[in-house]
């Protein structure tokens, strides 16, 4: 049975005592990763070549901590941590090396990543992990987690229960808005779901003004988090400006600003969890398009209203869901015009501009709401057998349970070999029916 990663994140509750070594754990992950840092750049500014594995770094530190890592009086402090979060640091430096040199020889995917930065005290969160060394569950302790060199942590919530038995690989410790969170990086087996959720297929269209626009005329209402929080966000900001660099007020008062960030980071989280869960257990088949969110944050008048939705949280969410749930997901590809086109009898509008919110077709004088209409056409396009492309070249729908399936649409309705149209009026009246119903 093949396996499959997950991730667990759960809240500590530590002592102060805990507490402070947590944060003598993240400084010494973070001690570690700029001394790493620091050997590799002075060996690149000498012209020297250099072994930047992760073994090479693990080694090179193993042979210098005892002179690195040593307080004002020369005696090492080392010792006082877990040698895992020295030695996960150092990882995570390999990682970002190796990342930009293959960035730099163009044989990484994605855009271009640059040369890695020292991490500052005050502006990296504190952090550190664990992959060997005793860490994790205590049997007869569901409540609780064991950290090497802190001891028993307890946890807010039952962690057993949310591990289930399953191996725990990794365990990743963090803080965030003052509080500590562990998240557990388990191994469980990938059970295919045999029976997939009742219900049919149905179209999304993701927008500011609306969070979701389903093709069976649902609307679930854009909760706008940051919006409602942003006057709250303006007076703590003013009150951060204003204190003293380095004082004790100003580290309050950039405390209470993280807080109403995380605070709307975590109703947007929850939101964006309870629609893809009643998404994927209602219907078999969810249809979504290809959104470039990338580009979209660039348009600075749209960038915080588009961040504020998250799009990219809402697909992540979506794609491991289905396929817990056995139901299918497929995304039409992002330059398939759908709000554009008409979901009756598939002519396409030239321009129509963002201010329009009701979309009136020329040709056969359908009158509906622009994001109803996109998302039937999204639908349509999805739940499509058969497709042609923008070369004209068929391209046949994948129908894999629980796999994301990306479906390559033409503006124009799609064809069989056998001559019966599978997009365009047909189709689009069939959802127009159960729509009005």
């Known amino acids: 049975m093949k396996a499959m990663l997950e991730a667990v994140k759960v809240a500590l509750d530590p002592t102060p005592a805990q507490e402070k070594l947590l944060l003598s754990h993240a400084g010494a992950a973070r001690f570690a990763y700029n001394s790493g840092l620091a ?31 040593v307080d004002a009086d020369g005696v090492p402090w ?3 941590n877990s040698k895992e979060s020295y030695a996960r640091a150092l990882e995570s430096l390999a990682k970002a090396l190796s990342n930009w040199s293959k960035s730099r020889r163009g044989e990484r995917k994605g855009r271009r990543v640059g040369f890695p930065k020292f991490k500052s005290k005050d502006r990296t969160a504190p ?39 399953a191996h725990v690989m990794r365990m990743t410790v963090s803080q965030r808005a003052g509080r500590w969170y562990a998240s557990l990086t388990v191994e469980r087996d990938d059970k295919s779901v045999t029976n997939p959720p009742k219900g049919g297929a149905v179209g999304v269209d993701l927008g500011v003004k609306t969070l979701a626009t389903l093709s069976d005329g649902t609307v679930i209402e854009n909760p706008r988090y ?83 939705a998250a799009f990219g949280e809402f697909r992540r969410q979506l794609e ?89 649409v033409k503006c124009e309705p799609s064809v069989r070999r056998t001559g019966a149209v599978s997009l365009g009026a047909d189709g689009r009246k069939a959802i127009l029916q159960a729509t009005v119903r």
């Open 39 to 69: 050997h590799v750049k002075a060996a690149m500014d000498a012209g020297e070549s250099l072994d930047r594995s992760f073994y090479a770094l693990l080694r090179w530190w193993n042979a210098n901590k005892n002179e690195l890592a």
């Open 226 to 308: 940051l919006k409602k929080t942003e006057q709250r966000l303006k007076k703590a900001q003013q009150a951060l400006s204003r204190k003293t660099k380095g004082s004790n007020r100003r580290a309050k008062a950039r405390a209470k600003v993280a807080r109403l960030h995380a605070r709307v980071a975590d109703q947007r989280l929850d939101a964006m969890h309870k629609l893809t869960t009643w998404l994927s257990r209602k219907y078999s088949d969810i249809s979504i398009e290809d959104l470039n969110v990338a580009g979209m944050v660039k348009n600075h008048h749209l960038a915080k209203s588009v961040s504020d």
């Open 78 to 80: 080392w010792q006082e």
């Open 127 to 165: 952090r550190f992990a664990y992959t060997a060394g005793g860490f994790g569950l205590i049997k007869g302790d569901p409540k609780a987690l064991r950290l090497p060199k802190v001891g028993r942590v307890h946890c807010m919530e039952n962690v057993a229960e949310r591990v289930g038995g």
């Open 320 to 408: 491991y869901k289905t396929a817990r749930t056995g139901a299918r997901l497929h995304v039409v590809d992002r330059w398939y015009r759908s709000s554009k086109t008409c979901s009756k009898c598939g002519g396409a509008k030239a321009k129509l501009p963002l201010s329009e919110r009701t979309y009136r077709c020329d040709s056969c004088g359908l009158t509906m709401d622009r994001d109803l209409n996109a998302a039937i056409n999204i639908c349509v396009a999805g739940s499509a057998p058969e497709t042609l492309n923008a070369h004209g070249e068929a391209v046949r729908r994948g129908g894999q349970t629980g796999r994301a399936t990306r479906v390559s």
